[in-house]
């Protein structure tokens, strides 16, 4: 189970990083500004997910305290 929410963490970090860079190119271009905002909102729920699911790993692998 650790190793399953390990990679969905990791997976879910690399998904926030792809909507930062959209949203930076969508800023630098002069974009839609609701579309910025858009994917503002998106981060910040994916820099969520990502967090729990790392505080989950951390839980069930014992807090990373040797065996």
Known sequence: MSTVTYILAIIVMGIVALVLIRGLFNMMKGG???ISNKLMQLRVLLQAVAV???????WITGGGRPS
């Open 32 to 34: 839609d500004a609701n």
């Open 52 to 58: 729990i699911l790392i505080m989950l790993t951390l």
